[in-house]
């Protein structure tokens, strides 16, 4: 059975930080990517991360202040986020592609998806 079991998250002040896990399991997945989805809202990407790690993504919003890592051999990958803002309050959800084409900004490009952790930043 593929899974993807998300772990982290919850409440921070403006200026904090927190760490999301995404723990994969049942395959090997080609590129790994953090959406996150506020109310109202259409989830939108915050990082991606090719198999090997050589090519990386993230919008303008939060470069600078989130990277995303992964450890293939724990089958992981982590979102780091320091400087949090209220703005980036969302629930957050990994993903992974088991194709090798399409880009890694698409949710369109993602097979699998992780159960989604909420993520709120307070002013």
């Known amino acids: 059975q593929v899974q993807l079991v998300q772990s982290g998250g919850g409440s921070v002040q403006a200026g904090g930080s927190l760490r999301l896990s995404c723990l994969a399991s049942?395959?090997?997945?080609?590129?790994m990517g953090w959406f996150r989805q506020a109310p109202g809202k259409e989830r939108e990407i915050v990082a991606a991360?090719?198999?090997?790690?050589?090519?990386?993504y993230y919008p303008d919003s939060v470069k600078g202040r989130f990277t995303i890592s992964r450890d293939n051999a724990k089958n992981t990958v982590y979102l780091q986020m320091n400087s949090l803002k209220p703005e980036d309050t969302a629930v957050y959800y990994c993903?992974?592609?088991?194709?090798?084409?399409?880009?890694?900004?698409?949710?369109?490009?993602?097979?699998?998806w992780g159960q989604g952790t909420q993520v709120t930043v307070s002013s």
């Open positions: 993903a992974g592609s088991i194709r090798f084409a399409g880009a890694m900004t698409s949710t369109g490009r993602y097979d699998y």
């Open positions: 049942g395959r090997t997945f080609s590129a």
């Open positions: 991360i090719s198999q090997i790690g050589d090519s990386i």
